[in-house]
C-alpha cells in the first residue's frame, strides 16, 4: 500500500512538471509568433538552426559569425529574434546601426547580467565593462582621464620602449626562421604595455615570462571549460579556478598595497589632470586627502579592495585582449596584401622618416604625429571592420520597445539585446564588398569613408564605448610603425578552403579556417596565429 502511494505521488509530480513544461513550451514559443525571425520550429524553436549553422563553421567559433550567417541565410534586416529557450536566453539582434545606436546612444539599456555571469568566474564580479549604476559610474570617472588622447600621448616612450623589445623577439625568430605564435608573442608585448599604465610597473612579461599573464589566460581557459554541459567538468574546473585564483588574486593585492603605501609614504595624492597609472585614479577615490594619508596602508575595505582586484583583472585581460587579436589579424591580412604593406612603409617615411633611429626620435619628441598616420590607422580600421573583437549584451526594462520601418517590435522579456557590428561590417548596404581588405574605405578622399566611419562599430557607440578605444589605436600605430618597415610576416600552415563555409565572407579561400575567430573572452584569432618572420 504504501509502495503504491509512493509511486502514485511520483507520477502525480511528474505528470505536474511535464503539464508545466508544455505549458511553458507552448507560452514561450507562442511568444515569437509575428516577430521576425529565421523559421521557427514549436518544438526547437532555432536550436537546430543555431546547430546547422554551427556545424558549417569550425569548432568554437565565436557566436557573432553565427548570428550573422543566419541574418544573410534568411535575409534578416534591421532586428530578428532568436529563440533558444530552454537551452539559453532568446536573443533580439539588431543589424541596423540606427537601432543599434538607440540602445547605446539614445536611450542606453543597461548591460546583461549575462555577461557578468561570464566574466565573474575570470575576474569577479562588476568589472568595469559589464557593471552598471553607480558601481560602473563611479569607476568609470575615476579610469577616464588615464585614457584620454593626451595622457596616452605622454606614455609613447613606454609603448616605444616595449616595442622595441618586441623587436628583439621578432629578430630571434626571423634568425632562426621558426614558426611561432604570435598571438602569444604579441601578448607579452601589449601585457607590458598594460602593465605599465595599470600599475606604473615593469611587469617583465617579454623578458621573464610573467607568471601574472600565465594565471590570466589560464582563468579564460576554464572559462572557455565552463560551458560544457559535463557536470563532471564543471566540479572539476570548481577546483582548478581556486588553484589559480589563490595565486592570481595575493598578486594583484600585493601590488595594490604596495602602491598605496609608497603614496602614504610620500604623502601624495594622485592627480587626475596627470595620473602615473589607472591604479592611482582608483586608489584617488579611498585617498582623496592629505590626512587619509597618515592612515595604515592596510586599511582598505574589503568592498573596496575586492572592486578594485576586479577591475585591474579586468583590465589587464581586456586591455592586452583586444589589441593582441587585431595585431596579429593585420599582420595576418598584410601578409597577403604587399600593396598595402608598400603604402604603409611610404606613409611613415613621409610622416616620420626613411631613417628608424630618426623615426623614433620624432616619435618621442611630437607623439601628436601619429594622428597624422591616416593610411595606417585606415588598416587599423579596416582590420577591425573585418575582425570586430565581439559585442555587448544589453537588457531593457520591462515594456520597452523599439521602432523599425513603421513597425514596434518589444526588446524586453528579459531578451538579451544584442547590437552585432560583425554583420554591419559585412552588409554591402554598409560596406560595399565587404569581404576585401579595401583599408581604403577609410580615407578621407574616398567616396565611401563618411558611411565607411559613421558605421564602424567596433569600439561601441555611446558612454558605454570601449573606455581604452584611444590606447589601442595608438599602440597600435606606434606598434606598426616601429615594424613594418623592417620586418615581412607570413602566417604558417595554411589550409585555404576549396569553397567558402559561410555566405558572409569568401577569405578562407585565401587563409582558412583561422580567418572564423575563436570564443575566447574576446573573438580571439584561432589557434595562437602561427606565423614566421623575416628582416627585410
Known amino acids: 500500500m504504501a509502495i503504491n502511494t509512493t509511486l502514485l505521488a511520483i507520477l502525480?509530480?511528474?505528470?505536474?512538471?511535464?503539464?508545466?513544461?508544455?505549458?511553458?513550451?507552448?507560452?514561450?514559443?507562442?511568444?515569437?509568433?509575428?516577430?521576425?525571425?529565421?523559421?521557427?520550429?514549436?518544438?526547437?524553436?532555432?536550436?537546430?538552426?543555431?546547430?546547422?549553422?554551427?556545424?558549417?563553421?569550425?569548432?568554437?567559433?565565436?557566436?557573432?559569425?553565427?548570428?550573422?550567417?543566419?541574418?544573410?541565410?534568411?535575409?534578416?534586416?534591421?532586428?530578428?529574434?532568436?529563440d533558444l529557450w530552454p537551452i539559453a536566453v532568446p536573443q533580439v539582434v539588431l543589424t541596423d546601426p540606427d537601432l543599434m545606436s538607440r540602445v547605446t546612444i539614445n536611450q542606453p539599456l543597461q548591460m546583461h547580467q549575462m555577461a557578468d555571469e561570464f566574466l565573474s568566474p575570470i575576474v569577479g564580479h562588476n568589472v568595469i565593462a559589464v557593471a552598471n549604476g553607480s558601481i560602473w559610474k563611479k569607476a568609470h570617472n575615476a579610469m577616464a582621464p588615464a585614457f584620454s588622447k593626451s595622457h596616452i600621448r605622454s606614455l609613447t616612450d613606454v609603448i616605444v620602449e616595449e616595442t622595441m623589445?618586441?623587436?628583439?623577439?621578432?629578430?630571434?625568430?626571423?634568425?632562426?626562421g621558426d614558426v611561432f605564435s604570435m598571438e602569444d608573442t604579441a601578448a607579452r608585448l601589449i601585457f607590458d604595455v598594460i602593465g605599465r599604465i595599470l600599475f606604473n610597473l615593469k611587469l617583465h612579461a617579454q623578458t621573464e615570462g610573467s607568471a601574472l599573464l600565465g594565471d590570466l589566460r589560464e582563468m579564460i581557459h576554464l572559462a572557455q571549460a565552463q560551458l560544457s554541459y559535463n557536470p563532471f567538468v564543471k566540479i572539476g574546473l570548481i577546483f582548478k579556478r581556486r588553484e589559480v585564483l589563490s595565486r592570481l588574486n595575493p598578486a594583484i593585492v600585493g601590488i595594490i598595497k604596495e602602491r598605496l603605501s609608497i603614496l602614504r609614504d610620500q604623502k601624495t595624492v594622485p592627480s587626475r589632470k596627470n595620473p602615473y597609472s589607472i591604479l592611482d585614479l582608483m586608489l584617488r577615490e579611498h585617498t582623496l586627502d592629505e590626512d587619509q594619508m597618515n592612515e595604515k596602508s592596510e586599511n582598505l575595505t574589503p568592498e573596496f579592495l575586492e572592486l578594485l582586484v576586479t577591475n585591474m583583472k579586468g583590465l589587464l585581460l581586456g586591455g592586452h585582449g583586444t589589441t593582441t587579436d587585431t595585431l596579429c589579424f593585420i599582420y595576418m591580412l598584410l601578409s597577403k596584401h604587399p600593396e598595402a604593406v608598400q603604402k604603409l612603409r611610404e606613409e611613415h617615411n613621409r610622416v616620420f622618416h626613411a631613417n628608424f633611429a630618426e623615426t623614433l626620435d620624432t616619435l618621442l619628441d611630437s607623439p601628436q604625429k601619429t594622428s597624422?598616420?591616416?593610411?595606417?590607422?585606415?588598416?587599423?580600421?579596416?582590420?577591425?571592420?573585418?575582425?570586430?573583437?565581439?559585442?555587448?549584451?544589453?537588457?531593457?526594462?520591462?515594456?520597452?520597445?523599439?521602432?523599425?520601418?513603421?513597425?514596434?517590435?518589444?526588446?524586453?522579456?528579459?531578451?538579451v539585446v544584442i547590437p552585432l557590428p560583425h554583420a554591419v561590417h559585412y552588409c554591402p548596404s554598409y560596406y560595399p564588398d565587404p569581404t576585401s581588405f579595401r583599408p581604403e574605405r577609410f580615407l578621407s578622399s574616398d567616396p565611401d569613408s563618411t558611411a565607411a566611419n559613421a558605421n564602424f562599430r567596433t569600439f561601441g557607440r555611446g558612454a558605454r564605448a570601449c573606455l581604452g578605444q584611444n590606447l589601442a589605436m595608438t599602440e597600435l600605430a606606434i606598434i606598426l610603425l616601429m615594424t613594418i618597415r623592417d620586418y615581412e610576416f607570413d602566417c604558417a600552415n595554411l589550409k585555404p578552403n576549396k569553397e567558402p563555409r559561410t555566405r558572409w565572407t569568401n577569405m578562407d579561400l585565401r587563409f582558412g579556417d583561422v580567418v572564423f575567430q575563436e570564443l575566447g573572452l574576446e573573438a580571439k584569432p584561432r589557434g595562437g596565429m602561427m606565423m614566421t618572420v623575416k628582416k627585410v
Request: with cysteine; proline share 7%; hydrophobic share 40%.
Open 12 to 82: 502525480s509530480l511528474g505528470s505536474a512538471c511535464l503539464l508545466h513544461f508544455m505549458y511553458r513550451l507552448f507560452t514561450h514559443r507562442r511568444w515569437f509568433k509575428d516577430l521576425p525571425q529565421p523559421p521557427h520550429d514549436f518544438l526547437w524553436g532555432h536550436l537546430k538552426i543555431m546547430g546547422e549553422v554551427a556545424a558549417t563553421m569550425p569548432p568554437n567559433t565565436h557566436p557573432q559569425a553565427y548570428l550573422t550567417a543566419i541574418a544573410q541565410k534568411y535575409k534578416l534586416k534591421g532586428i530578428f529574434y532568436i
Open 165 to 176: 623589445q618586441f623587436r628583439r623577439a621578432l629578430d630571434q625568430h626571423a634568425g632562426k
Open 372 to 415: 597624422e598616420l591616416e593610411y595606417t590607422t585606415a588598416v587599423i580600421k579596416e582590420t577591425l571592420r573585418l575582425f570586430p573583437v565581439g559585442f555587448g549584451v544589453r537588457k531593457a526594462e520591462p515594456g520597452v520597445t523599439i521602432d523599425y520601418e513603421g513597425k514596434t517590435y518589444p526588446i524586453d522579456n528579459n531578451l
